[in-house]
């Protein structure tokens, strides 16, 4: 198994994760301006480029393994690029995956952080749902004020709103 196959699965891994990346930024002003057609199709695009990159996850697996197999260090067989750094002769091959190894990490962890800022900008969004929900299914008639315990309709769950969560 020779190095430049595992490097050019390597560059295919980044390229699939650049463009995860683009998309992740893509979907932020569509969850701020509520697009949901525009969401749904970057969610599709979404699924599609997760698909090839754990496609191609598996075939840098595979091919790390052939590559320690063919050099007898069957501990390896996990396939990290830092390993296989190690284990490279050549300059140029070296460099290369050092290279990528540091882009792959610093695309992953800007996916990783971009998608924090959409999942919380999704749990914002489903947290301002809920408080209109419950706003609707308030009686806005019912007294906020205290009630002694003791009188007629006390801690009754009756809601007279729009909507009724518990029937």
Known sequence: MNVETIIATLEQQADVYRQLLDLAKEKTPYLVHNQVEHLNL???QER???K???ELEQQRMRLCGQY???LGMLRYKGGKISEMIRTVTSPRDKQQLTDLHNTLT???DDLQRVSQMNQQLIMQSLKFIDYSIDLMMDDPNSDVVYQH????GYNTTTRSGIFNRRG
């Open 52 to 54: 090839a990159a754990e």
């Open 48 to 50: 599609k480029l997760v």
């Open 68 to 70: 320690f197999t063919g």
């Open 42 to 44: 970057a969610l599709q």
């Open 149 to 152: 315990p003791h009188s007629q």
């Open 106 to 108: 610093s695309l992953l």
